[in-house]
């Protein structure tokens, strides 16, 4: 999910290049590095979050949570 909502930003952000362009000084509004390293930040980050809650549901037994419900 993380992934396609980077690709999805990445589009929408190319499409408002034009404006956000007339507003920085010296840069593009198009620099590849910048979209690829933020994407990277942003699925890198939606990993982490979900590395805790899945080591944590694979120490859980599935019997013991299908009991629980």
């Not at 190319?14 to 509004?29: C, H, K, Y």
């Amino acid at each position: 999910m993380a992934v396609v909502g980077s690709l999805l930003g990445c589009a929408a952000a190319l499409v408002a290049s034009r404006t956000v362009e007339s507003l920085v000084f010296n840069e593009s509004g198009r620099d590849p590095w910048i979209y690829g390293g933020a994407s990277l930040v942003i699925v890198a980050v939606a990993a982490a979050a979900g590395v805790l809650p899945t080591l944590r549901a694979n120490r859980i037994s599935p019997l013991l949570a299908l009991r629980a419900e």
